[in-house]
């Protein structure tokens, strides 16, 4: 039962409200103090480059592995949970690591929890919030991901058909990848441009490629990424494969 409602009310809502800012601010700070770390690390890592590029690429492996929030990104790492939450996030474009979500997740709960608690006083409707308010924070981002990886799907055929173009224009498949990521929409453009990236300081083709089916799991884009390595190993009319591919999804969607 509600206890005095106007003031439980109240009370309850400043403890959410409270618990909720403050969780978004230390999420924030963490956000920033992460970015200012890897601008430092880039900044050392480009001193480096003249001095040893071999040095420099060490640093850049070492560099991927570092996150902010260890100590969460550990404990979702015990349970499991950090590679699904980290390609999660990839394929929802957000900006967050796994330890900021933690921190999100974590906070959303408490805010829930403390809000029940102080209106209701039962212990297991709070617990109930709890849960269910820890499990906000995944329920947007994994809505965010299907929707992007459904919108990626809908515009990959004018990406085919953009690759197709180039090459029969006689662009090597790479400038194929460049074309693509400035010409075709969003999402596509902005994970060919990643893709291109790779490439362009160093990642191998194939594994750049191989990189791209990993991050948006679509069959169709593994058909293009593995038509393209076949491609280049046995050889073939790649142009008359993207337009077969690009004409069947058409005709699904």
Do not use: C
Not at 3 to 32: C, N
Not at 45 to 74: C, F
Not at 169 to 177: E, F, Q, R, T, Y
Not at 211 to 221: G, K, N, W
Request: proline residues 4%.
């Amino acid at each position: 039962m509600v206890t005095q409602a106007p003031e439980a009310l109240s009370v309850a809502i400043a403890a959410f409200l409270a618990v909720a800012l403050g969780t978004i601010s230390i999420a924030l700070l963490w956000q920033w103090a992460r970015d200012q770390r890897r601008g430092t690390i880039v900044r050392r890592q480009l001193a480096t480059v003249q001095d040893s590029t071999a040095a420099a690429e060490g640093s850049l492996l070492r560099g991927k592995s570092r996150e902010s929030l260890e100590p969460l990104v550990a404990l979702a790492r015990r349970f499991g949970w950090a590679d699904t939450i980290g390609a999660i996030l990839v394929q929802a474009a957000m900006t967050w690591d796994v330890g900021t979500f933690m921190v999100l997740s974590m906070g959303s709960a408490l805010a829930f929890l403390m809000f029940t608690l102080l209106l209701f006083g039962s212990p297991v409707i709070s617990v109930a919030a709890a849960l269910i308010g820890g499990l906000g924070p995944w329920l947007y981002v994994r809505n965010r991901a299907r929707r992007r990886l459904s919108d990626f799907e809908e515009k990959l055929p004018e990406a085919l058909d953009l690759l197709a173009r180039a090459v029969r224009a006689g662009h090597p498949i790479g400038s194929g990848i460049k074309i693509v990521a400035d010409e075709a929409p969003e999402p596509v453009a902005s994970e060919f441009q990643r893709t291109f990236e790779e490439q362009r300081f160093g990642l191998p083709f194939d594994d750049s490629m191989i990189a791209l089916a990993s991050r948006m799991p679509l069959v169709d884009l593994q058909m293009l990424v593995t038509a393209i390595l076949v491609q280049r190993e046995v050889g073939g009319n790649l142009a008359e494969v993207l337009d077969n591919l690009g004409e069947v999804i058409r005709q699904r969607f």
